[in-house]
């Protein structure tokens, strides 16, 4: 199943996303976000391919909100998620950080997940117990055992609180911060080694159930601002504390849960 859903998505990509880069326009939908047609025709034709791997229920970041609801209860013994493009603001800028996410869910939990940047043939996928892997290469590439002031963190400052926000921007506990603007491949970077830490406000079942998949079999450690089971909160609006060393992680999910017990004291 895992070779042919990686076939799938590098066929997809190859013939109906890197064929209109540069080539479309943007399309805003009634709550200001937009999509182009790059975005509609990939998910059109990866529900088909994924449908004839598994013919189970499936949700796609492009499908009106009630359908998504609704795939999703329906999903529970077996669900596809599907980002067609995941970075469209990159696409449509001509930056390379942009990919194809799709994962495999049962009972509400990845089961296989593949991520693929096509501007750089970087193909991420794994399956529960079999590993994690970047172009047939095992993950990580790097694990640091590092103090906590010398991580390289991805943060994504645009979902978190404000007052959150403003403490990590004055106060940094890590030494360097980074953001690319496509969330499946912020995941796949930190279980590759590329980043030590990670975190981002809020996500969508297409945002994280490949990558959070691909962390874990990296021997990641993820969990949400609230839980550290990260499978038990909202589905549909998911926090991310994450990294890869274990130490290192503890440190950064005590840091900023330390944060988030300041700003709720003020609220």
């Given at each position: 199943?895992?070779?042919?859903?990686?076939?799938?998505?590098?066929?997809?990509?190859?013939?109906e996303?890197?064929?209109?880069?540069?080539?479309?326009?943007?399309?805003?939908?009634?709550d200001?976000?937009?999509?182009?047609?790059?975005?509609?025709?990939?998910?059109?034709?990866?529900?088909?391919?994924?449908?004839?791997?598994?013919?189970?229920?499936?949700?796609?970041?492009?499908?009106?909100?009630?359908?998504?609801?609704?795939?999703?209860?329906a999903?529970?013994?077996?669900?596809?998620?599907?980002?067609?493009?995941?970075?469209?603001?990159?696409?449509?800028?001509?930056?390379?950080?942009?990919?194809?996410?799709?994962?495999?869910?049962?009972?509400?939990?990845?089961?296989?997940?593949?991520v693929?940047?096509?501007?750089?043939?970087?193909?991420?996928?794994a399956?529960?117990?079999?590993?994690?892997?970047?172009?047939?290469?095992?993950?990580?590439?790097?694990?640091?055992?590092?103090?906590?002031n010398?991580?390289?963190?991805?943060?994504?400052?645009?979902?978190?609180?404000r007052?959150?926000?403003v403490?990590?921007?004055?106060?940094?506990?890590?030494?360097?911060?980074?953001?690319?603007?496509?969330?499946?491949?912020?995941?796949?970077?930190?279980?590759?080694?590329?980043?030590?830490?990670?975190?981002?406000?809020g996500?969508?079942?297409?945002?994280?159930?490949?990558?959070?998949?691909?962390?874990?079999?990296?021997?990641?450690?993820r969990?949400?601002?609230?839980?550290?089971?990260?499978?038990s909160?909202?589905?549909?609006?998911r926090?991310v504390?994450?990294?890869l060393?274990?130490?290192?992680?503890?440190?950064?999910r005590?840091?900023?849960?330390?944060?988030?017990?300041?700003?709720?004291?003020?609220?």
């Amino acid at each position: 199943m895992l070779d042919r859903v990686i076939t799938a998505v590098r066929e997809v990509a190859r013939d109906e996303i890197m064929s209109r880069y540069l080539q479309v326009e943007r399309i805003y939908k009634a709550d200001g976000s937009f999509y182009t047609e790059a975005d509609l025709i990939a998910q059109e034709k990866l529900l088909e391919r994924l449908q004839d791997i598994a013919p189970v229920a499936i949700i796609g970041e492009e499908m009106p909100e009630a359908e998504q609801q609704a795939q999703w209860a329906a999903g529970q013994d077996g669900l596809w998620s599907v980002d067609p493009i995941d970075g469209t603001s990159n696409f449509l800028n001509g930056l390379p950080y942009f990919a194809v996410s799709v994962a495999l869910m049962r009972g509400g939990r990845s089961v296989l997940g593949v991520v693929y940047n096509p501007a750089t043939d970087e193909m991420f996928y794994a399956e529960q117990g079999k590993g994690a892997f970047l172009n047939g290469k095992p993950l990580p590439f790097s694990r640091r055992k590092i103090p906590l002031n010398k991580a390289i963190a991805n943060v994504d400052f645009k979902r978190l609180d404000r007052r959150l926000a403003v403490d990590i921007v004055a106060k940094p506990p890590y030494s360097s911060q980074r953001n690319y603007g496509t969330c499946t491949l912020e995941w796949c970077y930190t279980a590759a080694g590329y980043f030590d830490l990670y975190l981002h406000g809020g996500q969508k079942p297409w945002d994280y159930a490949a990558g959070c998949l691909i962390l874990e079999e990296a021997g990641g450690h993820r969990c949400t601002f609230e839980e550290d089971d990260y499978w038990s909160t909202n589905p549909w609006r998911r926090s991310v504390i994450g990294g890869l060393d274990a130490d290192l992680f503890a440190m950064w999910r005590d840091w900023i849960r330390s944060r988030m017990e300041n700003v709720d004291s003020l609220r």
